[in-house]
Nanobody, 124 residues
Framework: QVQLVESGGGLVQAGGSLRLSCAASGRTFSSYTMGWFRQGPGKEREFVAAISWSGGSTYYADSVKGRFTISRDNAKNTVYLQMNSLKPEDTAVYYC?????????????????WGQGTQVTVSS
């Protein structure tokens, strides 16, 4: 069992930055692939970024590539999402997910555990 708690969301102007954190409970955090997803009003949950258990491999949606960076600190049981050059279309609730699979998943169905989400609002 893994419990996830996101933080760091808020209101920011276009072009600004935010760093999201996802703190995980449990002693097996380092064995999980971690991902960030987002869901806007009336939209489906979409993939943003993912990172392998070791941190050696990262994956990004085309819409955030070059602007967002995912990282993890296994000693702190935490995964991060640094978001730069934010745009109004980045506005959404951001969720982190944990997957026990070795293969990194880029769809929500590949993740077993989810946090409660944190709201990110980017004003124009």
């Amino acid at each position: 069992q893994v419990q996830l708690v996101e933080s760091g969301g808020g209101l920011v102007q276009a072009g600004g930055s935010l760093r999201l954190s996802c703190a995980a409970s449990g002693r097996t955090f380092s064995s999980y692939t971690m991902g960030w997803f987002r869901q806007g009003p009336g939209k489906e949950r979409e993939f943003v970024a993912a990172i392998s258990w070791s941190g050696g491999s990262t994956y990004y949606a085309d819409s955030v590539k070059g602007r967002f960076t995912i990282s993890r600190d296994n000693a702190k049981n935490t995964v991060y999402l640094q978001m730069n050059s934010l745009k109004p279309e980045d506005t959404a609730v951001y969720y982190c997910g944990a997957s026990p699979a070795i293969v990194v998943a880029t769809t929500p169905w590949g993740y077993k555990y989810w946090g409660q989400g944190t709201q990110v609002t980017v004003s124009s």
